[in-house]
């Protein structure tokens, strides 16, 4: 009769123990010690086989490399709550300790799986970041301190602290979910125990002010309940002031639209061209939701695929998403879009009536620690990504194409080409349409200093006056 396994004992420090997780099975995995015969514990956990051994670092041996977008993947997945992330990770090493390409088997159902996981977390991630509403509250320690209550779905609340404390820096906040809380006072990040939705407040005075703002943008024509509840859980809702109007808007908007119905009954019925554009643009959004052209869709959340009206007069280009977009899915939300949105009113150009899209859908980056760094598309990313951009341009037809950067210029040219030898004047793509370029946002977020970035601004927001008198001279 066959010995029975012995059973190694892993005891991480947290759910979220990614150090501690890499740190243990590099060492297994040396030990050549099978997935079966490993237990992963968190501390405090509990542990169902009672006392079995501790695993033990190996005397030193060969060493062996893995790909670093399994360090990135294994980094998100390990916040993930299923508790076979631990043994499911280590099973992947051990593929690729003996076949450094396993990462390229897209068949692979343990792979697909780590990978859904890592795109769970980062979505709850992005949950985080969107619905998470501080309130203002008294400090025991004087002044006002800001406090927010929130239920992730993953162990994500570590991870993601560096994301508000680089946001609210000037702030003192604290964040509390039911598994443990954060607390920030302007130069220290501290971690305590959970808590509960009544620890939190309710509310404070600055809600009224935003419901009667969410109140006034609310728009009846754009209400899709169930796209709203699958973007928004309404387990979010109630830690959100503006989410207690949402029922009777909804009840408001239904009169509304009906109303906006019977106005439109009267008016020219769009030709069909316009419905199949419409149609055949949702298809190709679709299906480059499933892009492989190019590796970075390995890496990135989800295509960022262009939006705006199909029928619209400017149509820019820009570099690739960011790291905002990326978890968006939206063109031009980040601290460039802000400042994209920004330089447009001043040039009198209303965003809502162009199309605002990217040389490349997916975004190319660098990990850095926590942070995902922007890394520039090289050529092979760029010319990858030019089907789609040329479909977008040949539904769409805009009668100005605008480039921003040299990256989108590229794409749009064929070439290599310098803003500064192409700004200011109109010049003709390959279909005979006009292409303006200019500079992107971003170059204006990395000037050196206050001087260069007034300056640039100034210029950026000229250019766009002269495409929108440019724009207005066409359609007359």
């Not at 990326?326 to 001043?346: I, K, M, N, S, T």
């Not at 040039?347 to 520039?376: C, M, P, W």
């Not at 003709?428 to 640039?456: F, K, M, Q, Y």
Request: with cysteine; charged share 30%; hydrophobic share 40%.
């Amino acid at each position: 009769m066959a010995s029975p396994l012995a059973i190694t004992r892993v005891a991480l420090s947290t759910e979220d123990d990614f150090e501690g997780w890499r740190d243990a099975a590099r060492g297994l995995a040396e030990a050549g010690i099978p997935p079966e015969a490993i237990s992963w514990q968190v501390e405090g956990s509990g542990d169902l086989f009672g006392a079995l051994p501790d695993a033990r670092t190996p005397e030193a041996g060969p060493t062996f490399a893995v790909p670093r977008a399994f360090v990135d993947l294994a980094n998100a997945a390990i916040c993930h709550s299923d508790p076979e992330r631990f043994a499911l990770l280590y099973q992947m090493l051990l593929k690729l300790r003996t076949n450094r390409q396993a990462m390229e088997d897209r068949a692979d159902p343990l792979l697909h799986r780590i990978e859904r996981m890592a795109k769970e977390v980062r979505r709850d991630a992005h949950k985080m970041h969107a619905f998470v509403r501080f309130r203002e509250v008294a400090d025991p320690e004087g002044g006002a301190r800001f406090v927010a209550w929130f239920e992730p779905q993953h162990h994500i609340v570590r991870k993601e602290a560096g994301f508000f404390v680089r946001r609210f820096a000037n702030m003192r906040w604290s964040i509390l979910t039911p598994e443990l809380s954060i607390h920030w006072d302007g130069g220290r990040l501290t971690e305590g125990p959970g808590a509960i939705r009544g620890d939190a407040p309710s509310g404070d005075p600055v809600e009224e002010v935003w419901k009667t703002y969410y109140a006034s943008i609310f728009n009846p024509a754009r209400v899709k309940v169930k796209a709203m509840t699958k973007e928004m859980p309404k387990k979010y809702w109630r830690n959100m002031p503006e989410t207690a109007l949402i029922g009777q808007l909804i009840a408001g908007a239904q009169e509304r639209e009906a109303e906006m119905i019977e106005r439109s009954a009267a008016m020219p019925k769009p030709a069909a061209r316009a419905t199949n554009i419409e149609a055949a643009w949702q298809a190709l959004k679709d299906e480059a939701a499933h892009c492989t052209r190019c590796d970075l869709y390995k890496c990135a959340t989800q295509t960022v695929f262009g939006e705006g009206p199909l029928n619209c007069s400017i149509l820019f280009v820009g570099e690739q998403p960011g790291d905002q977009e990326d978890l968006a899915g939206r063109p031009f939300v980040g601290p460039a879009g802000q400042l994209f949105d920004a330089v447009l009113e001043e040039a009198e150009i209303d965003r809502a009536r162009t199309y605002v899209t990217n040389a490349v859908k997916h975004f190319k980056f660098q990990q850095r620690g926590k942070r995902r760094l922007h890394s520039k598309p090289d050529g092979g990313e760029i010319k990858a990504c030019r089907w789609w951009l040329e479909q977008e341009l040949d539904l769409i037809r805009p009668p100005l194409t605008i480039a921003l950067g040299a990256t989108a210029a590229r794409s749009l040219f064929g070439k290599v080409v310098t803003i500064t030898s192409m700004r200011g004047r109109a010049h003709l793509l390959a279909d005979g349409s006009e292409c303006w370029v200019t500079i992107h946002p971003s170059a204006l977020l990395r000037a050196p200093d206050e001087e260069a970035r007034r300056e640039g601004r100034k210029q950026f927001v000229a250019d766009l006056k002269r495409i929108r008198k440019r724009a207005e001279q066409l359609a007359a």
